[in-house]
């Protein structure tokens, strides 16, 4: 089968997606499972607070990616995103007394995240979303509850040598559409052609067809990505950018923001981050990485 075919077929839902991945890997594969953390069932919210509006409703709205591996990648069978992302949904849900079958999951783009905040068509955006003051202008974030970089995806065997983002100028390198690595590619590389998509499954494919020589994200989305296909792509050493995730919460709603950034701190401690981690993304990317800093952002 052509290796075209191949990862469109993974990208837009073959069954065994997650365990593909593994497999070439050679890491235990994604519970497909609809499991989450224990539900807290002692939880008393103020009158008229963020969390006591979701408890009582017995539900809430979480926008992420669902074609990244790793992060959040739908799962054809369940319906429902696999990845950190998903797991990170799971932790602050169950923390508002709420079981994962009762978080309604709405596919999110890079370009819709704020507009869907601000819409009120979901409570909490978890989808790679990287913090940053212009989008601190228009959204609140809780955390970070990761730290990436954006680094360099090339063709396998890598045959526009390119090493650095300087090697990108004059040549075509894909970006998402909306998305804080368009931009900084823009910013570092101004002799780039930045070509935008919409989705990060459409930017390898046309770095697979030789439409562009690179493809530029977050080292993590990357590393998913190849995950699919690793004959088909090779990655850069190294990142130039530090990448802060945060969680996107309708501006204004400060209390919903500490208490995920609380509810973060408990999953720092307690294990469960690293858990989450080690379920999910670090079977591809190896060990949990170091907390990330709250206060720092």
Not at 37 to 46: C, R
Not at 263 to 271: E, I, K, P, Q, V
Request: proline fraction near 6%; charge should be negative; charged fraction near 20%.
């Amino acid at each position: 089968m052509r290796r075209l075919s191949r990862l469109a077929a993974a990208l837009l839902g073959v069954a065994a997606v997650t365990l593909a991945a593994a497999c070439d890997s050679g890491a235990p594969p994604i519970e497909l499972s609809n499991s989450g953390p224990p539900v807290d069932t002692t939880v008393n919210f103020a009158a008229g607070s963020t969390m006591r509006h979701l408890h009582d409703a017995e539900k809430i709205t979480i926008g992420t990616k669902f074609d990244q591996p790793l992060f959040g990648l739908k799962n054809p069978i369940t319906g429902r995103p696999e990845g950190f992302d998903a797991e990170i949904g799971k932790l602050i849900a169950a923390k508002i007394g709420i079981p994962a079958n009762r978080i309604e999951w709405v596919e999110t783009v890079s370009a819709n995240r704020e507009p869907f905040l601000q819409q009120g068509r979901v409570d909490a955006v978890i989808a790679t979303y990287t913090i940053n003051d212009q989008r601190k202008e228009i959204i609140d974030f809780a955390g970070p509850y990761y730290i990436a970089g954006q680094s360099l995806m090339v063709r396998g065997g890598n045959p526009a040598k390119i090493s650095s983002p300087d090697d990108l100028t004059g040549k075509n390198v894909c970006a998402v559409e909306g998305s804080a690595s368009s931009t900084n590619m823009r910013n570092r590389v101004p002799g780039a052609h930045v070509v935008l998509f919409d989705s990060y499954s459409k930017c390898a494919e046309a770095l697979k067809n030789g439409q562009v020589a690179a493809m530029t994200t977050d080292n993590t989305i990357l590393g998913g990505l190849r995950s699919l296909d690793q004959d088909a792509f090779d990655l850069v050493p190294g990142t130039f950018t530090q990448e802060p995730y945060g969680i996107g919460i309708r501006k204004g709603q400060t209390d919903f923001v500490r208490f995920i950034d609380d509810a973060l701190r408990t999953a720092f401690a307690d294990g469960s981050w690293s858990a989450a981690w080690d379920r999910t993304a670090g079977r591809i990317l190896g060990a949990a990485p170091p907390f990330p800093d709250l206060e720092s952002y």
